[in-house]
């Protein structure tokens, strides 16, 4: 199977930081990330050959060139769902690959806090309204029940493990500089929050929404070494998107997300991984709910079939477990810049394989996957980046 593994390199990238930017405009966001990745490349925004800019909200790619002023040079805007960041990393890194530019950005950015509505609004796939309309918390509810009948598991077992996710996602953002939230919840804390859509998740299951830019600068593996002698190797980048059948399939039993497993399926075997649970070293994946990432550890091949929930409890995936998962925080503490996150979660394996971590710093990591989820359980988009310190 053919792929783009170890043909394209990333040589430069930069991250606002993530939060309630209510001070800061769209700009600020955009030059906060887009400066730190050239410095890290040390280039020049006239080293870059075209630009990728992947936002939920903002129309066109004038959104980008207005604010960097790329003197008359190609700008592909891009929106995918919560995949949009994963997308515009994944389309600039084909065009790379394809031998058209020699150096490209990806840009992925939105401003959420300032549109005048909480959370993301609903978007209807049929304009005439006939997609049954509810939202995030409600479809990703239906997760919680059926995966407890499937594999037996208790409704206190099941309450402690999603707290466990939570738990661990807030405790590695209280370690990142450029999270949304910084403090650590107690157990305890978790247990008592809200219920948003009742009786099965919190306010602690669910991820927010904020103000966020990230940026990637991208060229080809054999061109890496003229800018920098440590540039990290995609080895992978897979997207798939549902017919939208799976709810009126019986087959479906509201455990699993299916384009997941497709994304990974592909994205695996491109780049060459046949035990991901032992051959990658970090994971970012799309926590929308805290009940997401448990069916996600399934879904990814972390963790074997019902046995998610018990990883979660254990610490399989905490900074000390076997294989850390969301170590800067993930969607639930970094927070949700719907356009920024993909590219924000290759980010994390970029300062994971450079050192750059602080206090969430991992040894010697090599390989890192970053997932995204956008959509609903059956009917979605998935995305899957793969990513390496050293080619091969």
């Not at 919680?144 to 661990?168: L, N, Q, T, W």
């Not at 592909?266 to 970090?282: F, H, R, V």
Request: with cysteine; aromatic share 8%; charged share 25%.
């Amino acid at each position: 199977m053919s792929g783009i593994k170890d043909k394209v390199a990333i040589i430069g990238m930069g991250c606002s930081r993530f939060g309630e930017r209510f001070n800061d405009s769209r700009e600020d966001l955009i030059l906060e990330a887009v400066q730190e990745a050239l410095d890290d490349a040390g280039l020049t925004l006239q080293d870059i050959d075209a630009f990728w800019f992947g936002s939920f909200y903002e129309m066109h790619g004038t959104a980008l060139a207005s604010v960097l002023k790329p003197d008359f040079k190609p700008v592909t805007r891009i929106e995918n769902n919560c995949c949009t960041g994963s997308d515009t990393l994944r389309n600039a890194a084909y065009a790379v690959a394809s031998g058209e530019y020699k150096t490209v950005m990806a840009i992925g950015m939105d401003k959420l806090k300032d549109n005048g509505f909480s959370g993301n609004p609903f978007f209807n796939l049929y304009r005439d309204n006939t997609e049954p309309s509810f939202g995030g918390p409600a479809s990703f509810s239906l997760l919680v029940p059926a995966y407890a009948e499937k594999y037996g598991v208790s409704s206190e077992d099941m309450r402690k493990a999603m707290a466990c996710v939570s738990h661990k996602n807030h405790y590695n953002g209280a370690r990142n500089p450029k999270a949304l939230y910084r403090k650590e919840m107690t157990m305890d804390q978790i247990f008592k929050s809200p219920m948003v859509c009742e009786p099965y998740l919190t306010i602690m299951d669910c991820s927010g929404v904020s103000d966020g830019a990230a940026c990637a600068i991208l060229t080809s593996a054999e061109n890496a070494k003229e800018f920098r002698p440590d540039p990290m190797y995609i080895k992978a980048a897979e997207i798939v998107a549902s017919s939208g059948v799976g709810m009126l399939e019986t087959s479906y039993d509201y455990t699993t997300i299916l384009e997941t497993e497709a994304a990974a399926k592909t994205a695996y075997e491109k780049a060459g991984i046949t035990n991901p649970s032992e051959q990658l070293d970090l994971v970012e994946l799309h926590d929308c709910f805290s009940i997401t990432e448990i069916v996600l550890y399934e879904a990814l091949g972390l963790s074997e079939r019902g046995q998610g929930w018990k990883d979660a409890i254990d610490g399989k995936y905490t900074l000390t477990g076997k294989l850390p998962v969301n170590t800067d925080g993930g969607l639930k503490a970094m927070g949700h810049p719907v356009g920024a996150s993909g590219i924000r979660m290759v980010y994390e394996s970029w300062l994971q394989f450079h050192g750059k971590a602080g206090d969430r710093q991992l040894k010697d990591p090599k390989l890192g996957m970053a997932h995204c989820l956008g959509g609903k359980p059956w009917n979605n988009v998935s995305s899957v980046i793969i990513v390496g310190k050293e080619l091969g």
